[in-house]
């Protein structure tokens, strides 16, 4: 079959690089894709959002196979884009309905569908310009930490954690009265601060059936020690140490089960990624987001570690065989260190010439491009996060040595990357 992947980014490189090695795919194309990409298909020049010219696509190049790996799409309803059209209604779209993607789309009705749906969380209210007065309130009264999240899509920027009341009230005003993240922060949620450590988990569904994929934790702060700026992801690992058995089933009862019921329960259309966002308190898991496709650059540790034909599990969320599917998983461990522009996330440069990239991968390390673009055979920068160097080791430690010999060889002017993903495990 012919296949489409929607997105540029190194979810998509290591989509690609996933499918390509599938007998069941026959021809890939990339939509914008990116200098790695072009490697495993034909990159098409036009934005994931861009619907018109994905149904021209989808005819024109005989697809069969929609895959798409960003949460903007999906918000906006590619899937039943494609589903309303009696000329492209036989694609397969591995993704989520719109109705269904809201669970990323607006923090406030993915934190109802949490309580209706009894999956433990953090306590919460929801407040925009018809109750701002009850916010401040609230606010006021809350013990601190205290977390405020724009409704909406914000490009992972729309989360604020305020050590004081004062730094709370100042970011509440500036989300709904000055539109801080514009449409995004109409609407804001306010919710208690969780303690603990970070993980994600990430399933595969039709709504109906699930398969859970390897887990992973990943790293956001730009600096070394967790300091700093968020980022988009600076690295990650998988598997993680203390995910053990009884951890698994709490996440599995408690989470995973309640979310796919609730899919039914609200006749949510859902064929697609799943990605649970975790706080683990005392061995306790409590969910602190739902995002509906998988993380970057969580994904490039994750897919490398799945032994199945990742056509063959797309192909099963149509056919309603996902239960006989047993995922199988490489018992080693990868680790992925993210190579950025300087200045990022902040300001930073583009059009940098990239060498050392030859060659790209081997049995033990695999270069992903998230930020690239290729002009005249030259790989050049194309974004704050550039690279994602994903290697296999025994342990956390030894994927990572494995991964810096790799960046060792490879440079830009301006890079920057964190040499300690997977602190806390070494």
């Known amino acids: 079959m012919n296949i489409l992947i929607l997105g540029s980014g190194g979810r998509e490189h290591a989509f690609a690089w996933k499918i390509k090695q599938s007998p069941l795919c026959n021809n890939l194309f990339i939509a914008p894709g990116n200098a790695g990409t072009a490697k495993c ?4 020049d036009f934005k994931a959002t861009d619907f018109l010219a994905i149904k021209n696509a989808l005819i024109e190049l005989e697809i069969s196979m929609l895959v798409v790996g960003p949460e903007d799409p999906l ?9 309303a059209d009696e000329t492209i209604q036989h694609v397969q779209v591995v993704g989520p309905s719109a109705a269904a993607a809201q669970l990323e789309g607006s923090k406030a009705f993915a934190k109802a569908f949490m309580q209706t749906n ?19 309130q609230y606010i006021n009264q809350h013990a601190l930490p205290i977390v405020l999240k724009a409704d909406g899509l914000a490009a992972g920027k729309g989360v604020l954690i305020c050590t004081t009341h004062e730094e709370a009230l100042t970011a509440f005003e500036d989300m709904i009265q000055h539109a801080k993240f514009g449409s995004a922060s109409e609407k804001v949620v306010i919710e ?35 300091t700093g700026l968020n980022t988009g992801g600076m690295g990650a690992v ?27 329960t609200a006749q949510m259309t859902y064929h697609g990624f799943v990605f649970i966002g975790l706080m683990i308190d005392n061995s306790e898991p409590y969910v602190i987001e739902y995002n509906c496709r998988m993380g970057d650059p969580e994904t490039e540790v994750v897919i490398p570690r799945i032994k199945n034909d990742l056509v063959d599990l797309f192909r099963a969320l149509k056919n309603g065989s996902l239960s006989n599917i047993q995922i199988e998983i490489d018992t080693r461990t990868a680790a992925t260190t993210i190579m950025v522009s300087g200045g990022y996330p902040g300001d930073y440069h583009i059009n940098k010439n990239i060498t050392g990239l030859t060659p790209q991968s081997s049995n033990d390390c695999i270069v992903f491009h998230s930020g690239t673009k290729l002009i005249d055979n030259q790989v050049l920068t194309n974004g704050g996060r550039v690279l ?13 040595a494995n991964a810096q010999k790799t960046l060792s060889e490879i440079h830009f002017d301006d890079q920057y990357f964190r040499r300690d993903i997977g602190y806390e495990f070494m």
């Open 41 to 44: 298909g034909t990159n098409l």
């Open 75 to 83: 918000v906006k309803g590619i899937y039943d884009f494609v589903m």
């Open 118 to 136: 009894n999956i433990p969380t953090a306590s919460y209210q929801e407040f925009d310009k018809s109750n701002y007065a009850h916010g401040v």
């Open 192 to 226: 208690s601060y969780l303690n603990g450590i970070e993980c994600s988990v990430f399933v595969l569904t039709d709504g109906k059936d699930y398969c859970l994929l390897p887990e992973a934790k990943d790293y956001k702060r730009i600096g070394e020690g967790d």
């Open 238 to 264: 998988s598997p993680i140490p203390f995910f053990d058995e009884t951890l698994k089933n709490k996440i599995i009862t408690r989470i995973i089960q309640p979310t796919i019921q609730g899919f039914q």
């Open 388 to 400: 994602a160097i994903t290697a296999f080791g025994n342990d956390i430690p030894n994927a990572i």
